[in-house]
T-cell receptor
């Protein structure tokens, strides 16, 4: 079965550079979530999109922006990168009207290292 | 206030034995969902089990079961017959505002418990 695809899997950037993370949800899924997991920490919700509209916003810095495109893939744009942005970034997708769990299926994550 | 609390930073269990990972939650919503995810050292997040707040029976999925005590706001994960491959970080998570079949809310995670299975 198709899973959530994230690219790139690993990314190394310098401070003050920009980065773009991409997420391709499971086909037919209409909701995308972004989470940030710092080293040794639990995942923190950043932002979500439902049917290409922002549905919720968490602790996402103003330096970050995201959008969901017409094909439902999503991109997280990060500017003026700081050392503290080094983390594992997860994308998850779900189908808002689903059977039992409305489970969020997580992608493998993008590991961002800021030097 | 912490919405999801996992008080056990680390747990050890012998292979083939059962282990319980604790999770308590805090919400004023009547409808919510509780999830457990496994995160191996490779980093991916693997869904294990789900319990809805209105579910009267405890959820079970193979060797995983969820001991749901609504009045105490606890949702402990029980892993039976532990295997070496169960060694991983385990996260309890909550989705508030569940409407049983139509929900797209964010997950709030606990701090996680590292489980180590000894041979």
């Amino acid at each position: 079965a198709a899973g959530v695809i994230q690219s790139p899997r690993h990314l190394i950037k310098e401070k003050r550079e920009t980065a773009t993370l991409k997420c391709y949800p499971i086909p037919r899924h209409d909701t995308v979530y972004w989470y940030q997991q710092g080293p040794g920490q639990d995942p923190q919700f950043l932002i979500s999109f439902y049917e290409k509209m922002q549905s919720d916003k968490g602790s996402i810095p103003d330096r970050f922006s995201a959008q969901q495109f017409s094909d439902y893939h999503s991109e997280l744009n990060m500017s003026s990168l700081e050392l503290g942005d080094s983390a594992l970034y997860f994308c998850a997708s779900s189908l808002a009207e689903d059977s039992q769990y409305n489970e969020q299926f997580f992608g493998p994550g993008t590991r961002l290292t800021v030097l | 206030a912490q919405k999801i609390t996992q008080t056990q930073p680390g747990m050890f269990v012998q292979e083939k034995e059962a282990v319980t990972l604790d999770c308590t939650y805090d919400t004023s919503d009547q409808s919510y969902g509780l999830f457990w995810y496994k995160q191996p050292s490779s980093g991916e997040m693997i869904f294990l089990i789900y319990q809805g707040s209105y579910d009267e029976q405890n959820a079970t999925e193979g060797r995983y079961s969820l001991n749901f005590q609504k009045a105490r706001k606890s949702a402990n994960l029980v892993i039976s017959a532990s295997q070496l491959g169960d060694s991983a970080m385990y996260f309890c998570a909550m989705r508030e505002g569940d409407a049983g079949g139509t929900s797209y809310g964010k997950l709030t995670f606990g701090q996680g418990t590292i489980l180590t299975v000894h041979p």
